[in-house]
């Protein structure tokens, strides 16, 4: 027959389970607002009975363990996804500033000075061809040139500030990276003894997952409880050694420009997607194409423009040509004519109210020189403008719907490894009525005991 003592010892341990579920609901609604945090669980488990000859006797409970409610699938995923939205919504923000520099499709200045600029040479479409008229058409090409200028000084100043991004995300990718290596030592050794370090490995993983952020990542986890990460397909952590990023200037395909490397090998590496894939493909591709459609505009103005006014005689001057330069960076105003507007020509001989030139070149803005189907040098920047809005729609719907997406994995990640302040109250009030319970069993005891030491 179990005696006092082996019921004694049953509800001790009851008072030790109660206690323990007690510190870990306590331990749970303190951190219920602590980033990154998972809700601990303290597991019971039923001591091994005692075999008495008419069956086994219960010898109470065991605590074995306080576990990590997590899901490493579901917490995999959400990086994946949070790493896509952070790139999509970088090249947003990029797409954005060129919006901004360009203006809209109905308001953009560049666009204006060009209507501008053909309207001064249809201007002297009627005689008398006065010197004023020819003094406009240099002060609306200076303008316009102005803004050429204006925009090319502005997209490099943006990949200026993006370079500057893309450095400071690479020392924040390599601090969190070495914080990462250190804490892999600290769970290591507090892990030695066969119990998790919880807490740790909660600020592990929201160090990860702000890596995420940046970078994709891949976590391959070890029997020690370290876990190595993965970037840009190279092991950049193992345990507790770090690899970190670095950055370089090399002579590429876009000329001199700043690469990603390895800071050991210093070997080129391809940005998995985040952030800072966000910044780069930003200044290798967005700003890179709206330069290149905007040189092509720029191109386009001063051949046909030059093409013309190469025809044209003045006074003193034949065949000179308008423009110089071949983009948006170099167009310049024929030096001569910008110190003489009187070289500006209007048609092809010296005949007094000649303006067949003036009229070609205003009709520029209606009508491509190179061909009846071909588009005008306003067709062409519209282009321009229209495609950088319409890429920009695009990306507003990709972040859109990526928020979505990451927003449902979030709800998913909270109903598994919240903390739910209800439920803690719930166990709180559980674990106390266990606890009066064993307590009231014990009081029980120790009565029996006094009556029995009263009988001797």
Do not use: C
């Amino acid at each position: 027959m179990a005696g006092l003592n082996s019921i004694m010892d049953n509800s001790l341990s009851a008072l030790f389970a109660a206690q323990a579920g007690l510190a870990t609901t306590g331990h749970n609604i303190a951190n219920a607002n602590t980033p990154g945090y998972s809700r601990q669980q303290a597991i019971f488990a039923a001591r091994k009975a005692s075999i008495m000859p008419y069956g086994s006797i219960g010898r109470g409970v065991e605590i074995q363990g306080i576990r990590r409610v997590q899901d490493e699938f579901l917490l995999n995923n959400m990086r994946i996804q949070k790493s896509r939205l952070e790139n999509y919504a970088q090249t947003d923000t990029t797409l954005y500033e060129i919006e901004a520099i360009l203006g809209s499709v109905d308001n953009d200045h560049l666009g204006a000075a060009m209507t501008e600029f053909f309207s001064s040479w249809n201007s002297m479409s009627q005689p008398p061809i006065t010197s004023s008229m020819r003094a406009a058409v240099v002060s609306s090409a200076q303008s316009l040139i102005t803004d050429f200028h204006a925009v090319d000084d502005s997209l490099d100043d943006l990949a200026g500030q993006i370079e500057v991004s893309i450095q400071a995300e690479l020392t924040n990718l390599n601090g969190m990276l070495s914080e990462v290596g250190h804490m892999n030592t600290q769970i290591m050794a507090a892990e030695s003894n066969g119990e998790p370090a919880n807490d740790l490995r909660d600020q592990r993983d929201l160090l990860i997952t702000e890596i995420s952020k940046i970078a994709e990542v891949s976590v391959l986890e070890r029997e020690d409880g370290s876990k190595d990460l993965i970037l840009a397909g190279r092991t950049m952590v193992a345990r507790a050694s770090v690899t970190h990023f670095s950055s370089t200037y090399r002579t590429g395909d876009n000329g001199y420009e700043m690469v990603v490397v390895t800071e050991d090998t210093m070997q080129d590496v391809t940005i998995s997607p985040g952030r800072l894939q966000g910044l780069l493909t930003s200044r290798d591709v967005q700003i890179k194409n709206a330069r290149d459609d905007l040189d092509a505009v720029a191109k386009k103005l001063i051949d046909e423009v030059n093409a013309l006014h190469t025809q044209g005689r003045t006074a003193t001057s034949s065949g000179l040509v308008f423009f110089t330069g071949d983009s948006m960076h170099t167009i310049e105003l024929n030096s001569a004519i910008a110190d003489d507007s009187s070289l500006v020509a209007t048609g092809p001989t010296l005949a007094e109210g000649d303006n067949t030139l003036a009229l070609a070149i205003a009709n520029l803005a209606n009508v491509s020189s190179t061909g009846s189907g071909d588009q005008t040098v306003s067709d062409v920047y519209r282009t321009v403008l229209i495609g950088v809005a319409s890429e920009r729609r695009s990306f507003e719907f990709l972040v859109e719907n990526q928020q979505n997406v990451v927003a449902a994995l979030e709800t998913r990640m909270a109903s598994i490894s919240g903390v739910s302040l209800d439920e803690e109250g719930a166990n709180m009030v559980r674990y106390q009525n266990s606890y009066n319970a064993a307590a009231k069993i014990i009081s029980t005891v120790q009565e029996m005991y006094d009556a029995l030491m009263r009988m001797i």
